[in-house]
């Protein structure tokens, strides 16, 4: 069974700039969520869908932030315009179904490391 | 904030001693994850304990839950090398929709 897969694996930008990850789920997984992993802590949601639906993107700066899952399948991320502590690791994870109560185990992606300089 | 924590920080043992990591989260939960990373890697699943049990084992690991201390640890027997890597606690809190992670116990086992 293939993984989730991400890309790209690393970004440098400069402050101001624009950027954006993609991610592409494990197969039948209808649950896919965006992570930001600053460095020396644990992951923080960003942004969770259900199949092209958004479920909860509480956490999303949405004066930069932007996230879309076209046919309940792929996602891209895109952070616009970029600020220096927006250097993280953004990680994409999915689950068959809504993990929350349902005790599903979240599968991850490699992550993408961003650098703002 | 809701995210739990992991107690200590950092550890680092000798191969084939046992690892204990903890977990400290502040809400009721419904059920609570452990997962493991390795440096510049994604997170991997270990186990999931429900809140009504106390304990759970999956081959050299073993997960105990306390709901009214609200913690949680994480034992890793006979420690390998290969075991090296940041391990957190992701709680399912029963009000809301998401997990939370904790800050993460990095672990290093010495060969």
């Known amino acids: 069974e293939a993984g989730v897969a991400q890309s790209p694996r690393y970004k440098i930008i400069e402050k101001r700039q624009s950027v954006a990850f993609w991610c592409n789920p494990i197969s039948g997984h209808a649950t896919l969520y965006w992570y930001q992993q600053i460095l020396g802590q644990g992951p923080k949601l960003l942004i969770q869908?259900?199949?092209?639906?958004?479920?909860?993107d509480s956490q999303l700066p949405k004066d930069r932030f932007s996230a879309e899952r076209l046919k309940g399948v792929d996602s891209t991320l895109k952070i616009q315009p970029a600020k220096l502590e927006d250097s993280a690791v953004y990680l994409c994870?999915?689950?068959?179904?809504?993990?929350?109560?349902?005790?599903?185990?979240?599968?991850f992606g490699p992550g993408t490391r961003l650098t703002v300089l | 904030s809701q995210q739990g924590e992991e107690d200590p920080q950092a550890l680092s043992i000798q191969e084939g001693e046992n690892a204990t990591m903890n977990c400290s989260y502040k809400?009721?939960?419904?059920?609570l994850q452990w997962y493991r990373q390795n440096s510049g890697r994604g997170l991997v699943h270990l186990i999931l304990i429900r809140s009504n049990e106390r304990e759970k084992h999956s081959g050299r690991l073993r997960v105990t839950l306390d709901t009214s201390k609200k913690s949680s640890s994480l034992l890793i027997t006979a420690s390998r090398a290969a075991d090296t890597a940041s391990y957190f606690c992701?709680?399912?809190?029963?009000?809301?929709?998401?997990?939370?992670f904790g800050t993460g116990t990095s672990l290093t086992v010495i060969p």
């Open positions: 994870a999915s689950s068959l179904d809504p993990a929350a109560r349902s005790g599903r185990a979240l599968f």
């Open positions: 809400t009721s939960i419904n059920n």
């Open positions: 869908f259900q199949n092209n639906g958004v479920v909860d």
């Open positions: 992701a709680t399912d809190p029963t009000t809301g929709n998401q997990f939370y």
